[in-house]
């Protein structure tokens, strides 16, 4: 979704992890056609982004999916369901739907789907192909679009999948979207977050102030979902304390103080209704690493002053044998992303002190 605008988006295997049990065991309630779940989503890739300052993402960080899983036998039923609810309930005129297919699985009778568009093998064919983390278990299927009329763009909004096992045995359909994405393209809203509930309270502005914002929810959402930011804590805890910096490096470029962050966020969890949490962990957390940022501008100022005495034939007054070194540790055992401290790192460089690169590309 929107994977050619915005390289932070990877969606393998977003939804189908919630149902792969009825899935793979072909356990589809009685009944019934199959399942559907609205699955809360951050961008797996996006924490890669957030100290590139040249990178505005264009959806949300945290976004709702939708999975609707139909039993085996039901392509194209799925197709016509799906487009009559884009069509019907949202009120998409036909013409303004398309669907990117291929003909692997055979041609779509467009009498069966209301004569909204067709392109049949228009991509490469990985374009049609989905993999899901499921040992044995592949898809092949197509990517609904819809014309947003206020940006003149297709957004391609959602797929259809049909899923198989090793011995080409039909396992279901699968049709997923992105909630807000999928509203956005519908309604002709120019940017999907605008639809945030962040945007609630706050006007939309292009550029940092977006990235700011847009990032803050997505962070709170991580907190309500029971991320904390105690200290040696990995996986999704991990993942939260990188967002807190990130925050605290775009509050920086848009003039924000931390105390300011935080009542953002708390402004955010009341509007919520969850005005019961409180931040005294990540107030602490962001204001011991603004400590630690500037404890290695005021370390950068020692190194500096070193090399200028050396340069200039001089005695300095400490000498520190490997500055690169010291650095790196520095910042690796306290947390600070390189790009946090971009400035005085470059600073260095005509001195001939760079960090591995390892290190200097480490969570960028």
Same mark, same amino acid.
């Given at each position: 979704?929107?994977?050619?605008?915005?390289?932070?988006?990877?969606?393998?295997?977003?939804?189908?992890?919630? #149902?792969?049990?009825?899935?793979?065991g072909?356990?589809?309630?009685? &009944?019934?056609?199959?399942?559907f779940?609205?699955?809360?989503?951050?961008r797996?890739?996006a924490?890669?982004?957030?100290f590139?300052?040249?990178?505005?993402?264009?959806?949300?960080m945290?976004?709702?999916?939708?999975?609707?899983?139909?039993?085996?036998g039901?392509?194209?039923e799925?197709i016509?369901?799906?487009?009559?609810?884009i069509?019907?309930d949202?009120g $998409?005129?036909p +013409?303004?739907?398309?669907?990117?297919?291929?003909t692997?699985?055979?041609e779509?009778?467009?009498?069966?789907?209301g004569?909204?568009?067709?392109?049949?093998d228009?991509?490469?064919?990985?374009?049609y192909?989905?993999k899901?983390?499921?040992?044995?278990?592949?898809?092949t +299927?197509?990517?609904v679009? #819809?014309?947003?009329?206020?940006?003149?763009?297709?957004?391609?909004?959602?797929n259809i999948?049909?899923?198989f096992?090793?011995d080409?045995?039909?396992?279901?359909t699968?049709?997923?979207?992105?909630?807000?994405?999928?509203?956005?393209?519908?309604?002709?809203?120019?940017?999907?977050?605008?639809?945030?509930r #962040?945007?609630?309270?706050?006007?939309?502005?292009? +550029?940092?102030?977006?990235?700011?914002?847009?990032t803050?929810?997505?962070?709170v959402?991580?907190?309500?979902?029971g991320a904390?930011?105690l200290?040696r804590?990995g &996986?999704?805890?991990?993942?939260?304390r990188k967002?807190?910096? &990130? #925050?605290?490096?775009?509050?920086e470029l848009?003039?924000r103080?931390?105390d $300011? $962050?935080?009542?953002?966020?708390?402004g955010?969890l009341?509007?919520?209704?969850?005005?019961?949490l409180?931040?005294d962990?990540e107030?602490?957390?962001l204001?011991k690493?603004?400590?630690?940022?500037a404890?290695?501008?005021?370390?950068?100022?020692?190194?500096r002053?070193?090399?200028?005495?050396?340069?200039?034939?001089?005695?300095?007054?400490?000498?520190?044998?490997?500055?690169?070194?010291?650095?790196a540790?520095?910042?690796?055992s306290? +947390?600070v992303?390189?790009?946090?401290?971009?400035?005085?790192?470059?600073?260095?460089?005509?001195?001939?002190?760079?960090?591995?690169?390892?290190?200097?590309?480490?969570?960028?």
């Amino acid at each position: 979704m929107v994977s050619e605008q915005d390289k932070s988006v990877l969606f393998t295997g977003a939804t189908i992890s919630a #149902i792969k049990d009825i899935l793979v065991g072909q356990t589809y309630p009685e &009944g019934s056609n199959g399942v559907f779940v609205v699955q809360e989503c951050l961008r797996t890739n996006a924490d890669k982004y957030l100290f590139k300052d040249d990178w505005i993402p264009y959806g949300q960080m945290y976004f709702n999916m939708v999975s609707i899983l139909s039993r085996p036998g039901r392509r194209i039923e799925v197709i016509a369901e799906a487009v009559d609810h884009i069509c019907r309930d949202l009120g $998409v005129e036909p +013409g303004r739907v398309k669907l990117l297919s291929t003909t692997e699985l055979g041609e779509i009778p467009n009498e069966d789907i209301g004569g909204v568009q067709i392109e049949y093998d228009t991509r490469a064919l990985d374009y049609y192909h989905w993999k899901y983390g499921i040992r044995d278990v592949i898809g092949t +299927g197509m990517t609904v679009c #819809i014309f947003n009329p206020t940006t003149e763009k297709w957004f391609e909004v959602g797929n259809i999948v049909t899923i198989f096992d090793q011995d080409g045995n039909e396992l279901g359909t699968e049709f997923g979207y992105g909630y807000e994405f999928l509203l956005a393209a519908s309604l002709g809203v120019d940017q999907p977050q605008k639809l945030s509930r #962040i945007y609630e309270l706050h006007d939309f502005k292009v +550029g940092m102030d977006q990235k700011y914002l847009t990032t803050l929810e997505a962070t709170v959402m991580m907190r309500l979902a029971g991320a904390r930011s105690l200290p040696r804590s990995g &996986g999704v805890h991990g993942v939260y304390r990188k967002y807190l910096r &990130g #925050i605290a490096h775009m509050a920086e470029l848009t003039s924000r103080s931390i105390d $300011v $962050v935080v009542e953002d966020m708390k402004g955010l969890l009341t509007h919520l209704g969850r005005e019961d949490l409180v931040f005294d962990e990540e107030i602490d957390y962001l204001k011991k690493h603004e400590n630690y940022r500037a404890g290695f501008a005021s370390i950068v100022k020692g190194v500096r002053r070193q090399l200028i005495a050396e340069r200039d034939g001089r005695k300095p007054k400490g000498t520190i044998k490997n500055p690169a070194q010291m650095l790196a540790r520095y910042l690796f055992s306290r +947390g600070v992303d390189p790009a946090e401290v971009s400035g005085e790192l470059e600073s260095l460089v005509p001195f001939g002190i760079v960090l591995p690169h390892e290190e200097r590309k480490k969570d960028v």
